[in-house]
């Protein structure tokens, strides 16, 4: 591990606002660490999932410092990166639907593979000794039977999927050409209750709180038969800082090893609310894929090994904590505002 220094760190974190940011901000606040969250500017408030951490700009002191800025716009990340001048920084930013970069493959490509690039050439071009974790992601080995590991090949089946594979191979040139210290994350698929509402797990936990409260009827799904290796985020997060912390950049699979099926998780789900998935759950084929990766299982021994990570959570305790706590949302929601599409 790096010695730690004498001053808390600096550390930069674009994607702030999403479930692994909002975690990660988290993580390295507690650890005393200033952060700089990079957000997107949206017409409606963006910001649920940090809330809770957010300081006034008034506030003396203050050690949460929000920028407005996008992964498409090159010229800001360099300004900011000189004005900020991190120790460390985490692109966790980018458009992150499999199915919706279906329906956005140039934009995907735009934000998460050239925006990743931008990040990379801002650090090289602000001459920054600054270190980069890329958000890389379990969907590059696409086709590639399980168990996947750092040496698996990569075979992706989205524009998703081949947009983290080319911010991949760019993260590791960076580390080759400029001796950059920029690793890759591989990260199966994690989740937790600030999972985004149209993710198969947190659909699935809403419809169950929804259904328990006699909001909702039926839950509409496609496949059920994909297998997957979900575990749960605030323990990834952790994952990915110790991945700055060692003497020399390296990349890291992040996975529970347990797999489970869309179907697995729903008998978890609905059997953490004492109800049977199958009277509720159609099939749709809107929500199939043109190409869907069938198994994801990932082997974690290498970060087990040299970065003392372990998943301790597995699917089945993740979906009962996702159901409580999408059981607790609703019960504290003024009944003006429960409706609410499903989709
Ligand atoms: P998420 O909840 O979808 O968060 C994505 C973040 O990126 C959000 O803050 C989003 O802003 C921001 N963003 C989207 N477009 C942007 C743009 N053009 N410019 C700047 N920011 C933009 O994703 P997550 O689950 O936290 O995942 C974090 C990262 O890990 C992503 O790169 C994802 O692809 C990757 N990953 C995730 C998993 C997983 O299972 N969760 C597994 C492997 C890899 P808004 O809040 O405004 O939408
Ligand atoms: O789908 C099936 C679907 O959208 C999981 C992202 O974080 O993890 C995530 O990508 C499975 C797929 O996640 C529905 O076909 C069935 O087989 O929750 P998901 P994902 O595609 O695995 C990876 C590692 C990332 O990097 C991504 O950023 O569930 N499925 N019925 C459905 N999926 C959705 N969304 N909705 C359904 O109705």
């Given at each position: 591990?790096?010695?730690?220094?004498?001053?808390?760190?600096?550390?930069?974190?674009?994607?702030?606002?999403?479930?692994?940011?909002?975690?990660?901000?988290?993580?390295?606040?507690?650890?005393?660490?200033?952060v700089h969250g990079l957000m997107r500017r949206t017409s409606s408030f963006n910001t649920e999932r940090i809330d809770h951490i957010y300081?006034?700009?008034?506030?003396?002191?203050?050690?949460?410092?929000?920028?407005?800025?996008?992964?498409?716009?090159?010229?800001?990340?360099?300004?900011?990166?000189?004005?900020?001048?991190?120790?460390?920084?985490?692109?966790?930013?980018?458009?992150?639907?499999?199915?919706?970069?279906?329906?956005?493959?140039?934009?995907?490509?735009?934000?998460?593979?050239?925006?990743?690039l931008r990040l990379l050439e801002a650090v090289r071009a602000a001459g920054l000794d600054t270190r980069v974790y890329q958000a890389s992601s379990s969907e590059m080995f696409g086709a590639t039977p399980p168990p996947q590991?750092?040496?698996?090949?990569?075979?992706?089946?989205?524009?998703?999927?081949?947009?983290?594979?080319?911010?991949?191979?760019?993260?590791?040139?960076?580390?080759?050409?400029?001796?950059?210290?920029?690793?890759?994350?591989i990260l199966f698929n994690h989740e937790s209750p600030r999972r985004g509402e149209t993710f198969v797990t947190r659909k699935i936990t809403r419809a169950v709180a929804r259904i328990e409260a006699g909001?909702?009827?039926?839950?509409?799904?496609?496949?059920?038969?994909?297998?997957?290796?979900?575990?749960?985020?605030?323990?990834?997060?952790?994952?990915?800082?110790?991945?700055?912390?060692?003497?020399?950049?390296?990349?890291?699979?992040?996975?529970?090893?347990?797999?489970?099926t869309v179907r697995d998780f729903l008998a978890a789900a609905f059997g953490a609310a004492g109800l049977d998935w199958q009277r509720y759950v159609r099939h749709d084929p809107k929500y199939e894929r043109p190409a869907e990766v069938d198994q994801l299982v990932g082997d974690a021994t290498k970060a087990r090994t040299l970065l003392g990570w372990e998943a301790a959570v597995h699917y089945d305790e993740l979906a009962r904590i996702m159901v409580e706590a999408d059981m607790r949302r609703l019960a504290d929601m003024p009944v003006r505002s429960r409706a609410g599409v499903a989709s």
């Open positions: 591990m790096r010695p730690t220094t004498a001053r808390p760190g600096t550390a930069m974190i674009t994607g702030v606002t999403g479930q692994d940011g909002s975690y990660l901000a988290e993580l390295l606040l507690a650890k005393g660490y200033t300081q006034d700009p008034h506030t003396p002191g203050r050690r949460l410092v929000l920028h407005h800025t996008d992964l498409s716009d090159g010229v800001s990340l360099v300004n900011l990166l000189r004005e900020i001048r991190p120790d460390e920084v985490y692109n966790l930013g980018a458009q992150s639907h499999v199915r919706v970069s279906f329906d956005a493959p140039l934009h995907t490509a735009d934000v998460t593979a050239l925006g990743a590991n750092e040496h698996s090949p990569f075979h992706p089946r989205s524009p998703y999927g081949c947009a983290k594979a080319m911010a991949y191979w760019s993260t590791v040139n960076y580390r080759e050409a400029y001796g950059i210290y920029a690793v890759n994350g909001l909702q009827h039926e839950l509409h799904l496609g496949n059920l038969d994909a297998v997957r290796d979900w575990g749960y985020a605030p323990e990834y997060v952790e994952a990915m800082w110790r991945m700055l912390q060692q003497q020399e950049p390296d990349d890291y699979v992040v996975a529970t090893g347990v797999p489970a």
